[in-house]
């Protein structure tokens, strides 16, 4: 007779909110509340803000290099396809054939030719291993610099540990070659197998060449020949955009930007203007912003982030939740030695359910974002708890924020 016990939690939250109609809360200070994913606990570890929450939103002060970039002046993608060398036995099977046909290319092109028949089903890949390399170009780069490179099995290879790359082309989105990668690989994880068993530390396919890749062309961008420019925001915002541009006249003392839209506010230099000293003063500037009310939920992780701009209105929250458990029993049914029946496995299912009383939470006025992450806490909300009730809060209009789940 074997037993099996099953039990899961129905994820049946009841969240209530009753709304009355008192002014707006404002709180001020970030609160950040790690949940365990599914747990039960009845605390829940947060991170608290030490600023005093105020009613009124304030700007905050960030430079314009900090909120913007400047249009055309940008990082390019790089990617190639090479081969690591110089596994203990953790590349690639024989099974993958396009590390066997990458082989017998480098190996033609070196002058090493193999026999017609049976040359590529007498080579073992087993150290080494097909990759894709990837970098990133940033602005201004000139041949000879280096860059970071990233590796990545494109395989089934075990393990990338002790291997080192053959030196690789990296190509751009036209197609032409940026730069040469090759060198020994670092790595932040390892796998060991032995007797069939295997124990594994982060991720062992993926590593890194810092420095590993040399520019051998330079994406084409000379200031000289550009007469104008345009700041494209991170963040799309009219009242920023607006604020932008007045606060990089005032700085400059003359009449050169102005506001496009939301996300671009433009520039318009005088012919003689040394371009890389505008720039440098330009992106000094300091600017009003007002951040984006938002909310970030991360349901994998148990997660919840509360950015300090964001408002509460005056609710009541009644939370309770019901928990069904599923025993299975499977019994053996077996017939006498001379009977007719044959034996039979029959299981048996019993449903065991247990409903929490409802907890209640009530934020009056002066409540913070502090007061709502205690109050939770309190009640033992879980993480699933605790995105019902910040969705129910948005749905209901007490939440006024971005909500956003991971």
Same mark, same amino acid.
Not at 222 to 239: G, P, V
Not at 269 to 284: F, N, R
């Given at each position: 007779?074997s037993?099996?016990?099953?039990?899961?939690?129905s994820?049946?939250v009841?969240?209530?909110?009753?709304?009355?109609?008192l002014?707006?809360?404002?709180?001020?200070?970030?609160?950040q509340?790690?949940?365990?994913?599914?747990?039960? /606990?009845?605390?829940?570890?947060?991170?608290?803000?030490?600023a005093?929450?105020?009613?009124?939103?304030?700007?905050?002060?960030?430079?314009?290099?900090?909120?913007?970039t400047?249009?055309?002046i940008?990082?390019?993608?790089?990617?190639?396809?090479?081969?690591?060398?110089? @596994? +203990?036995?953790?590349?690639?099977?024989?099974q993958? %054939?396009?590390?066997?046909?990458?082989?017998?290319?480098?190996?033609?092109?070196?002058?090493?030719?193999?026999?017609?028949?049976?040359?590529?089903?007498? @080579?073992?890949v087993q150290?080494?291993?097909?990759?894709?390399?990837t970098?990133?170009?940033?602005?201004?780069l000139?041949p000879?610099?280096?860059?970071?490179?990233?590796i990545?099995?494109?395989?089934?290879?075990?393990?990338?540990e002790?291997?080192?790359?053959l030196?690789?082309?990296?190509y751009?989105?036209?197609?032409l070659?940026?730069?040469?990668?090759?060198?020994?690989?670092?790595?932040?994880?390892?796998?060991?197998?032995s007797? /069939?068993?295997?124990?594994?530390?982060? +991720?062992?396919?993926?590593?890194?060449?810092?420095?590993?890749?040399?520019?051998?062309?330079?994406?084409?961008?000379?200031?000289?020949?550009m007469?104008?420019?345009?700041l494209?925001?991170?963040?799309?915002?009219?009242?920023?955009?607006?604020?932008?541009?007045?606060?990089?006249? =005032?700085e400059?003392?003359?009449?050169?930007?102005?506001?496009?839209?939301?996300?671009? %506010?433009?520039?318009?230099?005088?012919?003689?203007?040394?371009?890389?000293?505008?720039l440098?003063?330009?992106?000094?500037?300091?600017?009003e912003v007002?951040?984006?009310?938002?909310? %970030?939920?991360?349901?994998?992780?148990?997660?919840?982030?509360?950015?300090?701009?964001v408002? @509460?209105?005056?609710?009541?929250?009644? +939370? /309770?939740?019901?928990?069904?458990?599923?025993?299975?029993?499977?019994?053996?049914s077996?017939?006498?030695?001379?009977?007719?029946?044959?034996?039979?496995?029959v299981?048996?299912?019993? @449903? =065991?359910?247990?409903?929490?009383? %409802?907890s +209640?939470?009530?934020?009056?006025?002066?409540?913070?974002?502090?007061?709502?992450? =205690?109050?939770? =806490?309190?009640?033992g909300?879980?993480?699933?708890?605790?995105?019902?009730i910040?969705?129910?809060?948005?749905?209901?209009?007490?939440?006024?924020?971005e909500?956003?789940?991971l």
């Amino acid at each position: 007779m074997s037993r099996q016990s099953i039990s899961s939690s129905s994820g049946l939250v009841l969240s209530m909110l009753l709304l009355f109609s008192l002014p707006c809360i404002s709180s001020r200070g970030a609160a950040q509340a790690a949940l365990p994913p599914g747990g039960s /606990g009845s605390e829940i570890p947060f991170l608290r803000n030490s600023a005093p929450p105020t009613a009124a939103k304030t700007a905050k002060l960030a430079r314009v290099k900090d909120v913007a970039t400047v249009e055309g002046i940008r990082d390019n993608q790089l990617v190639g396809y090479g081969l690591v060398v110089g @596994l +203990h036995g953790t590349g690639d099977s024989t099974q993958a %054939v396009f590390p066997v046909q990458t082989l017998i290319s480098t190996l033609e092109r070196m002058g090493v030719t193999l026999p017609q028949t049976g040359g590529a089903s007498t @080579l073992r890949v087993q150290n080494m291993a097909a990759v894709f390399v990837t970098a990133t170009m940033g602005p201004f780069l000139r041949p000879g610099n280096r860059l970071d490179l990233t590796i990545s099995s494109a395989g089934d290879a075990r393990s990338l540990e002790g291997g080192v790359l053959l030196m690789t082309p990296l190509y751009g989105p036209d197609g032409l070659i940026y730069a040469q990668g090759q060198g020994p690989l670092v790595l932040g994880g390892y796998e060991i197998t032995s007797n /069939g068993n295997s124990k594994q530390f982060n +991720h062992p396919t993926t590593g890194r060449i810092p420095d590993g890749a040399i520019v051998e062309r330079q994406v084409p961008l000379e200031l000289k020949q550009m007469h104008s420019f345009s700041l494209l925001l991170n963040e799309a915002d009219f009242r920023t955009a607006e604020r932008m541009a007045g606060a990089i006249n =005032q700085e400059l003392k003359r009449p050169l930007a102005i506001a496009v839209d939301s996300r671009r %506010v433009d520039l318009e230099p005088a012919a003689t203007e040394d371009m890389p000293a505008l720039l440098a003063e330009v992106e000094a500037v300091e600017v009003e912003v007002y951040p984006r009310a938002k909310v %970030v939920v991360n349901e994998r992780t148990g997660t919840v982030v509360i950015g300090g701009d964001v408002r @509460l209105q005056p609710v009541s929250i009644l +939370h /309770g939740g019901l928990t069904v458990n599923v025993v299975s029993e499977f019994q053996v049914s077996q017939p006498n030695s001379f009977g007719q029946g044959a034996t039979q496995v029959v299981q048996q299912t019993q @449903l =065991q359910t247990q409903d929490r009383p %409802v907890s +209640h939470i009530e934020l009056k006025k002066g409540a913070t974002v502090d007061d709502l992450v =205690q109050n939770l =806490q309190q009640i033992g909300a879980t993480a699933r708890d605790i995105i019902s009730i910040l969705q129910a809060m948005k749905e209901a209009g007490a939440l006024e924020a971005e909500l956003e789940v991971l």
